[in-house]
């Protein structure tokens, strides 16, 4: 457990405590956003080789020790943009349910109902 | 051709999404045509590939010829195929009724459809975790789409519900996938379930329990259910069916897939009791929560909990026989279940509260009997398919000694019929409301009437065939050991 | 030295996100995220993938906020044209 490893920690703590504390929708994605950006961060921590290059191949290719792992890189590439796919389509729905009750705040909701 | 199947199947419906929608600003009809044919085109290749797993056994497909170590592999085996054939089948049966779906401007229903096809499809097929995360993205994403596809409130509030449980349960699944892929180096599910039993104890326990949370989430095992009631309410009913027909059990390969090729089943240690407890609340919260539902959809929504407790709780008893009934009942459900959805939307024209059913059944005949025979079944009575497969869990339980795990599957039954029985009085029931009487009904089209007669002859085939099927179950449960 | 400037980052990284989650004003929670977003693809950037900071900076950083931004005025501007 690396100085690093517990910042992900109190990142992913506090998306998730945003998630279940906070009333208003948006909030709530901004809240998930963190706890996946932490996940993100992770999955590059792993990758990383201290002293390491990036997995780019050039001529005089380096020793292959150095070169950080390229397959946990090329994994968070693909969640950036799920992640990406997953706000827009909250958001979108956040506009729906706008346009039908006028209203983004959890607690409003629930009186309407 | 022949050895491209794997990809083919998953490439076809995910073609046809990006097809429907430029075919749909020329004409919505072709589109829907489309679909129709897109879904049986699935079918048949499916069927196809069924026959190539069966004359050589398990096809494995590279793509683009990567070595396993690095490149995403494609698994057929017979338990892949099986749960491909019953996606194939849900969503045929599903995109044939909805031929002439009624909202005119949610054509992007299509579109939605085929890509939910696409990424169950490939959640069944493919042999990389990180894939599998891909495909069950994919999945969700298109799925909570489809049930806020009419813009209405009820559906974009059950969409919101869905959305949120999806993304922690699609965080914690990474999260597993990970810690895997730290350990041992690698995605490819045949290489991390070999060297998982040389993980550090911590390790196992925490992806196991990560994989169990997640998954419980995707099937809604309680107490992680918390979703499913208001979404399978909110939605359109054709995309209730295909959620608990089709989404429902990409949840319950998944959890068989992972949780027995992680775990050498000798070895089960915590899980296999977890599992049963699991399974037995869950048969026994869902049949509860059904019994105070007054809305059809929502006696049918919480009996899809109910009926996911029988699978997980065939994997809880945990020998062939177990895991084959389990199998075996999600089979079943899948054709119950679309059918009760799709004649439950048949007969709601005045409303899904079973008050505003009185005395329907005279006037939606085709529907209703549809309706009563797919409820029936999923009550479990001897000429269904479902009364075999709650049989076989039962007998596989006292076989391993579970005999108070056995006991859960009659209690459903009685639980079952007691709020059924409440649908059927007011159905049957000879006194008509005043505004019942007068409405006209909606004119059941003849592609309607057939799928639905589909449906119900899918629930008593299992049953006559049922020889046949537990021999093919058993080979697909045996994939797992 | 490279341990160092992560460490630094991490901090700011958290602080960036505690300023998302714990400011009242949406407005503001919005732009802290992203802020929070850059600093990931900075963090990545030491992390030796550049080609996940490039896309963390476009997508993360840049296309999310403007969805958040999106839907914030989508929705702000509905509530104020509605009568109370």
């Known amino acids: ?113 | 051709m022949i050895d491209h199947l794997p990809i083919l199947v998953i490439v076809v419906p995910l073609m046809y999404g990006f097809c429907a929608a430029i075919l749909k600003y020329f004409s919505v009809r072709a589109a829907r045509v489309g679909f129709v044919s897109a879904s049986s085109v699935q079918l048949a290749l499916v069927a196809a590939l069924a026959r190539q797993v069966a004359l050589q056994g398990t096809v494995e497909y590279r793509l683009a010829a990567w070595h396993p170590e690095v490149g995403i592999v494609l698994v057929v085996d017979v338990l892949a195929v099986l749960f491909a054939a019953i996606i194939a089948f849900c969503v045929l049966l599903v995109a044939v009724y909805s031929a002439d779906y009624p909202a005119a401007d949610s054509t992007s229903y299509f579109t939605l459809a085929s890509i939910l096809t696409a990424g169950m499809t490939g959640i069944v097929l493919t042999g990389d975790l990180f894939n599998l995360y891909v495909f069950i993205e994919m999945t969700s994403l298109s799925s909570v789409a489809l049930v806020a596809v009419n813009r209405d409130e009820k559906g974009i509030r059950a969409a919101l519900r869905y959305i949120v449980f999806s993304i922690v349960a699609g965080l914690l699944f990474l999260l597993a996938v990970m810690l895997l892929y730290g350990a041992s180096g690698s995605l490819n599910m045949r290489i991390v379930a070999g060297q998982f039993a040389g993980f550090a104890p911590n390790l196992q326990a925490v992806v196991i329990a990560l994989f169990a949370v997640a998954l419980g989430i995707k099937t809604a095992v309680i107490p992680f259910h918390g979703w499913l009631p208001d979404v399978y309410t909110g939605s359109p009913s054709a995309v209730s069916a295909l959620l608990s027909g089709a989404v429902n059990k990409t949840g319950i390969y998944m959890l068989a897939r992972l949780l027995f090729t992680l775990t050498s089943p000798g070895s089960h240690g915590v899980l296999q009791p977890a599992l049963l407890a699991a399974g037995a609340v869950t048969i026994l919260g869902g049949h509860t929560l059904a019994l105070g539902q007054t809305n059809v959809k929502s006696i049918l929504a919480c009996s899809s909990i109910a009926h996911t407790g029988y699978m997980v709780m065939g994997f809880g008893v945990g020998t062939a026989a177990g895991v084959t009934a389990g199998l075996f009942h999600a089979l079943n459900h899948m054709v119950m279940k679309s059918g009760a959805f799709l004649s439950a939307e048949a007969m709601s024209t005045k409303g899904q509260d079973i008050q505003q059913w009185q005395g329907l059944q005279k006037r939606v005949s085709t529907a209703g009997v549809v309706f009563v025979v797919s409820t029936l079944a999923l009550v479990g009575i001897p000429p269904f398919g479902a009364f075999m497969s709650k049989w076989q869990l039962a007998t596989a339980a006292i076989q391993e000694g579970l005999w108070h795990a056995a006991l859960f599957v009659p209690l459903g039954t009685a639980m079952a019929v007691l709020y059924y029985g409440r649908v059927y009085r007011s159905l049957f029931s000879l006194r008509c409301e005043e505004s019942t009487a007068d409405t006209d009904m909606q004119h059941l089209t003849t592609v309607r009437k057939l799928v639905l007669a589909a449906a119900a002859v899918g629930c008593v085939a299992p049953f006559l065939l049922h020889g046949g099927l537990l021999s093919v179950l058993r080979a697909a449960a045996l994939n797992l050991f | 030295m490279e341990s160092a400037l992560i460490s630094v980052l991490l901090v700011f990284l958290l602080g960036a996100a505690s300023a998302a989650v714990f400011f009242d004003s949406i407005l503001n929670s919005i732009i802290s995220l992203g802020v929070f977003g850059a600093l990931m693809a900075a963090v990545f950037v030491v992390y030796q993938a550049p080609d996940v900071a490039m896309a963390q900076a476009v997508v993360g950083a840049g296309l999310i906020t403007s969805f958040f931004v999106v839907t914030l005025s989508k929705t702000s501007a509905g509530a104020k044209s509605e009568p109370e």
């Open chain 1, 1 to 113: 457990m690396t100085f690093a490893h517990l910042i992900m920690l109190g990142l992913f703590l506090l998306g998730f405590w945003c998630v279940l504390t906070e009333t208003d929708l948006i909030k709530i994605v901004v809240g998930f956003n963190i706890m996946e950006a932490s996940l993100l961060l992770l999955l590059v921590k792993m990758a990383y080789v201290p002293g390491g290059r990036p997995p780019i191949l050039f001529p005089a290719a380096p020793d292959a020790a150095k070169i950080v792992d390229p397959i946990p890189q090329a994994l968070t590439l693909t969640a950036i943009v799920i992640g990406a796919a997953t706000t827009a389509l909250m958001l979108s729905l956040i506009v729906q349910l706008h346009r039908h009750y006028g209203t983004t705040d959890l607690d409003e909701l629930r009186e309407i109902r």
